[in-house]
């Protein structure tokens, strides 16, 4: 019986690394544009940029896992700047035609990110952070290899964080400047955003 576990457990092992497969392991950083996809909680969020860190580790011949981190920073029509950063993690299908240097990588998993707001003029030195919570995450890339395990890579992202945020606001109670007053005010915060990244991808 014991022989038997051990043939099954050589043979399982010898079809998820072939012998041909030499780099399961690969290290991307990519980084472009932000385009948030929608007004939320008020807000109107401007272009911005972002920045992704992706390790990966390749189970078999098509399917992996991914983890790492990445950040998107927005300014807005009002007096802030927003910043989402945090683990990205999840798992990845590659799909590599029969012939030429490009293959196709798609992925799709989870974020666990958290919001931090300043002051678009630091002087005034707010802050807010919405703590962390979890949020959605997919993407599809076309890489180009260059040879020696580089490969230049071309990523389309999406992303999708709910989240709360308490930011002060100014109101006026008898409808003049006069009677200006700061309150915070909690409000419920969506941010979806689709990002354009461009970098290198290195497998080892």
């Not at 012939?99 to 990588?105: H, V």
């Not at 799709?108 to 707010?126: K, L, P, S």
């Not at 945020?165 to 003049?176: F, N, Q, S």
Request: net charge positive; charged share 20%; proline share 3%.
């Amino acid at each position: 019986m014991k022989r038997l576990l051990t043939i099954c457990l050589i043979l399982t092992v010898t079809n998820l690394y072939p012998q041909s497969r030499t780099s399961i392991f690969s290290a991307e950083l990519t980084s472009g544009p932000s385009f948030a996809m929608r007004e939320t909680g008020g807000i109107r969020l401007k272009y911005g940029r972002g920045l992704d860190a992706i390790l990966a580790f390749d189970l078999w011949a098509d399917v992996g896992l991914f983890g790492g981190w990445g950040t998107s920073s927005f300014s807005s029509d009002g007096v802030f700047r927003y910043r989402e950063s945090g683990i990205i993690y999840g798992v990845q299908y590659k799909i590599e035609p029969l012939s030429g240097k490009f293959d196709y990588l798609l992925r799709a998993g989870r974020t666990w990110n958290h919001i931090e707001v300043t002051d678009r003029d630091w002087n005034r030195g707010f802050y807010y952070d919405s703590g962390y919570s979890e949020g959605f995450y997919t993407s599809g890339s076309i890489r180009y290899s260059a040879g020696r395990g580089w490969l230049i890579t071309g990523t389309l992202r999406y992303s999708l964080m709910n989240t709360r945020l308490t930011l002060p606001e100014a109101i006026y109670p008898d409808g003049t400047p006069h009677s200006k007053i700061i309150i915070n005010m909690p409000r419920n915060f969506c941010l979806s955003h689709l990002g354009v990244r461009v970098g290198i991808t290195k497998y080892f």
